[in-house]
């Protein structure tokens, strides 16, 4: 079988097994994402291991470039993936609640980054090694949690818009704390940690590139994007939203020795600030939904061995403890220094817990830098199952019975006026 016969089999295999999952899930009541995921798991070494089946076989030429097409079109999901969460931000409500969301999400970043590192150093891991793990517990994905606000009928509540402000504001710190963990570590090399100039290069490569992308980049989207829709033809303004995506994403990693993802998450901001920006959406969300969201999934499940994993399961159990409780704390402290109450502290900080896609890219972007191992990255992914999935239930016994059947009876009531 050649090789591109190979490549069309697998990756319609992938897709097909994918979607089949997430479907299940939602039957389930899971979230579909957390199926797509699975499936990747259970194709990969824990299970099924398709690498080595025959027509697959890594051996020979065929069975590697499989491999490598694989690989990119991984890649190239997650840049779209974080081109359409900016796309997908509410600037807005970020705004609205800007206080209480920064507090939260600077309580969220601080304490479990510095949490996971002092763990990971105190169980013998390198200062590089450490450092990553603590930036993975930085993520936050805020998806499971505003389907259960929506739910709870709490989205619009004073907890839940700063939940969902905090997000906003969380994924860009995140990136920026990844972009300049990935940029430390490949500037020092195998030096110290204490090494002024492996801060202080990446930092200022950093912020060069980011003070010039944000003073150019939203005139320059809003030009092309202005030029496009002039232009005739088919999706002309989806076509340049992916251009610009690409371009900035390869500017951040090339330039400004970020993480391709912060690039590509600032365009995806930028684009949402243009009068195009619903189209782009609305086309762009069928093809990540259909294609790149689910080989990315995958990707990282069919990079999971689970029989491999079992030699940290000291670290993992204190790690997921402090995943959860420096989000709760974090959070809470943080909402509660902007001024509010205890049960809206706790409601937010649980809230702001599950890492969901936002983790699994940033440990593949570990993974692959080689700042983390195996074993390492395939505890992530199970973190990130583990956090996705508790969210629903705490943000349940979170919230007070009286307020959620006040909610409750509110919708029933304003039903009955329709």
Not at 12 to 22: E, Y
Not at 76 to 84: A, I, K, Y
Not at 300 to 322: C, D, K, P, T
Not at 382 to 410: D, N
């Amino acid at each position: 079988m050649s090789t591109s016969l190979q490549i069309l089999l697998f990756i319609a295999l992938l897709i097909a097994a994918a979607k089949s999952a997430g479907s299940l899930a939602t039957r389930l009541g899971l979230p579909a994402v957390l199926g797509e995921l699975l499936a990747g798991v259970l194709l990969g070494p824990s299970a099924l291991n398709i690498w080595q089946m025959h027509w697959l076989a890594s051996t020979g030429e065929s069975g590697a470039s499989v491999a490598g097409v694989f690989k990119v079109l991984a890649e190239l999901g997650v840049v779209v993936l974080m081109f359409v969460a900016g796309l997908e931000t509410d600037i807005q409500m970020a705004k609205r609640a800007l206080k209480p969301a920064f507090c939260a999400a600077s309580g969220g970043v601080v304490l479990p980054m510095a949490g996971g590192y002092l763990l990971s150093r105190w169980f013998g891991f390198g200062w590089r090694e450490a450092l990553f793990i603590g930036t993975i517990l930085t993520a936050t994905s805020v998806t499971i949690t505003a389907q259960t606000l929506m739910n709870l009928s709490q989205i619009r509540s004073t907890a839940g818009s700063t939940i969902l402000g905090a997000a906003v504001i969380d994924d860009v710190l995140g990136l920026i704390v990844l972009s300049l963990v990935i940029a430390v570590s490949a500037r020092s090399g195998g030096g110290s940690v204490g090494d002024w100039k492996a801060l202080v290069m990446p930092v200022s490569y950093m912020s060069g590139c980011l003070v010039a992308m944000f003073a150019a980049g939203p005139f320059l989207t809003r030009w092309l994007m202005k030029q496009a829709s002039r232009m005739h033809g088919h999706h002309m303004e989806v076509a340049a939203a992916l251009s610009i995506a690409f371009l900035m994403a390869f500017t951040a990693e090339s330039l400004g020795k970020m993480a391709a993802i912060t690039g590509a998450y600032l365009a995806g901001l930028f684009v949402a600030a243009t009068p195009s920006h619903e189209r782009v959406i609305e086309e762009l969300r069928a093809m990540t939904n259909s294609f790149f969201g689910p080989i990315f999934l995958v990707s990282i499940g069919l990079e999971v061995n689970a029989w491999q994993s079992g030699g940290y399961l000291g670290f993992f159990a204190i790690l997921l403890g402090i995943a959860i409780v420096g989000k709760i704390v974090g959070c809470g402290l943080g909402a509660g220094f902007a001024g509010f109450s205890r049960r809206d502290s706790f409601v937010v900080g649980i809230g702001m817990i599950p890492r969901g896609e936002v983790g699994l890219i940033t440990a593949s972007i570990g993974f692959a830098a080689g700042l983390v191992t195996r074993d390492i990255y395939a505890q992530t992914v199970l973190l990130v199952l583990i956090t996705t999935l508790i969210t629903p239930a705490l943000l349940r016994y979170a919230f007070p019975k009286e307020l959620l059947q006040a909610s409750v009876s509110e919708t029933a009531a304003a039903e009955i006026s329709l």
